[in-house]
């Protein structure tokens, strides 16, 4: 892990753990729903603050937190033009998918690459702990994905640019 990358990631951290204390609450509006609070914003008494922790102006995280739920948020570093499509294919990719991740939501909130939504139902299901581990180890990651991606493009780009031009 880059030295830069772990101060941002140990306060994302932070701000996920504390943000995870999550409980069951339904509906003041509608008797027997419990929608996420933080989708619905039904109820302004029942929403967090959001809070943003930007590692630059690019790369940065928001986290929408209430009562009975929590929205992360994750703008992805994306440098230059081929970074910004592998991002978007690469997030793309995993959206089709998301049933099979019980947390990833199919559209990401406005200005953000992929947004992940947790209910008090996913924390009492799994070990909150490890929901944020999950989220970290998933920033760490995808900045490794992308730049593995972006060298096996240009490796490619470069083999078939030399076997073009050894016709000339």
């Known amino acids: 892990m880059a030295a830069t990358l772990k101060p941002y990631l140990n306060a994302v951290r932070a701000t996920l753990t504390a943000t995870m204390c999550l409980e069951n609450f339904s509906s003041q509006i509608i008797e027997r729903h419990n929608k996420p609070e933080v989708e ?3 109820s302004k008494e029942l929403l967090l603050t959001p809070v943003i ?3 630059n102006e690019k790369e940065k995280v928001l986290i929408e937190g209430s009562i009975n739920s929590m929205r992360v948020s994750i703008a992805i570093k994306q440098a230059d033009e081929i970074e910004k499509i592998l991002c978007h294919k690469f ?9 099979n991740f019980f947390i990833l939501r199919r559209k990401p909130v406005e200005g953000y690459d992929i947004s992940f939504l947790i209910t008090n ?6 070990y909150k ?5 999950f989220i970290v180890q998933f920033m760490e990651d995808i900045d490794k994905e ?5 060298l096996t493009v240009n490796a490619r780009a470069r ?6 031009l050894k016709n000339f």
């Not at 139902?121 to 799994?126: I, K, L, S, V, Y």
């Not at 083999?159 to 073009?164: D, G, M, T």
């Open 159 to 164: 083999i078939c640019a030399e076997e073009f």
């Open 53 to 55: 922790v930007s590692r």
């Open 129 to 133: 702990h490890k929901l944020v581990d």
């Open 40 to 42: 619905v914003r039904s």
């Open 146 to 150: 992308i730049s593995e991606m972006k």
């Open 121 to 126: 139902f996913h924390t009492e299901q799994m």
């Open 91 to 99: 997030m793309r990719f995993m959206m089709m998918r998301a049933d």
